[in-house]
């Protein structure tokens, strides 16, 4: 277990420094939580993926313009009552 919290730490370093605790506590959780075999297949599987979770972190949300937001709102209010109508 201790060559896993290894694994994790050396790649939580690819996360920027405001986000990387917290992954790493949330991280050592479920690792604690996972027996088996398992175990070792979600500490390489997350170590893994730390870069893609780096690179959306630096991208930041990605929101849809508010003329899309107003529209999908209009069509959620009048389809029942077209579907009424």
């Given amino acids: 277990m201790e060559w896993l919290k290894l694994l994790l730490r050396v ?13 790493l506590e949330e991280t050592l ?3 604690h939580d996972v027996h088996g075999w398992r175990r070792w297949w979600y500490a ?4 893994l993926k ?11 949300p990605l929101l849809p313009p ?3 937001t107003a529209f ?3 069509v959620l209010v009048a ?3 077209l579907t009424v109508g």
């Fill in 72 to 74: 999908a709102g209009a």
């Fill in 11 to 23: 790649a939580g370093l690819a996360l920027p420094a405001p986000y990387r605790q917290r992954w």
């Fill in 66 to 68: 508010r003329w899309l």
């Fill in 50 to 60: 730390a870069p893609l979770l780096a690179r959306e972190y630096q991208r930041g």
């Fill in 79 to 81: 389809t029942p009552c």
């Fill in 44 to 47: 390489v599987d997350t170590a």
């Fill in 29 to 31: 959780a479920v690792l």
